[in-house]
């Protein structure tokens, strides 16, 4: 089989199920920054730290294919002639959201109380888990935008939604941890 299959030279790609919609159609905009958020948390994962941040980021990353494939299928092609869900497999379940909550709670357990803002930047791998929380962000608004129009899980959008929170948090971990200096923003008088 080739990557390359010429069937979106005209600017369209199909969706999970065949139906076809133009490349910059909001549920393709929305799975494609999922993927990208993916790849940087890839990038996050293949930097030095502890193993424990690596098993979650993979599977965060699990998380984000799952959600891709959700958001890669149009509500009329989420069932089956036979009433079943086609990906009944798949999905964002409670615990997902759960796992990262705990794992915010126990990094946080770690930290000085935040009394401000921080600046992102400090260390290489710190600044990638920010730029991951803005990617995390951004995939979670489009997405918002495309449940104004379409059928979309209310759990994706939590689950963006807490795993942006998740990503800042591992930046203030890891910035404790690698011993880099995290700067407050103090706004001037």
């Known amino acids: ?29 929305s799975y494609g920054t999922v993927d990208e958020l ?15 941040y690596k098993e979650i980021l993979i599977e965060i990353q699990d998380r984000l294919f799952t959600i891709g494939a959700l958001l890669a299928t149009p509500p009329e092609k989420e069932v089956l002639k036979n009433g079943k869900p086609r990906l009944q497999k798949l999905g964002i379940i409670e615990s997902d959201i759960t796992l990262l ?25 710190v600044s990638y888990c920010h730029i991951a929380r803005c990617v995390c ?10 449940s104004h129009n379409e059928a979309v899980a209310d759990v994706v959008i939590i689950y963006l939604n807490r795993l942006s929170d998740y990503l800042f948090v591992l930046a203030r ?9 995290e700067v407050q923003w103090i706004p001037r008088k």
Request: hydrophobic fraction near 35%.
């Open 1 to 29: 089989m080739k990557v390359y299959t010429k069937t979106g030279d005209k600017g369209t790609t199909a969706l999970f199920g065949g139906t076809r919609v133009p490349k910059d159609h909001a549920r393709i905009e």
């Open 38 to 52: 993916n790849s940087y948390i890839g990038l996050i994962r293949d930097q030095e730290m502890d193993v424990h």
């Open 101 to 125: 909550e705990k794992e915010i709670d126990c990094m946080e357990a770690a930290l000085p109380q935040m009394t401000h803002f921080v600046l992102p930047g400090g260390h290489t791998t």
């Open 137 to 146: 962000r951004r995939a979670e608004r489009l997405v918002v935008h495309l």
């Open 173 to 181: 971990k890891l910035s404790k941890d690698l011993h880099a200096d």
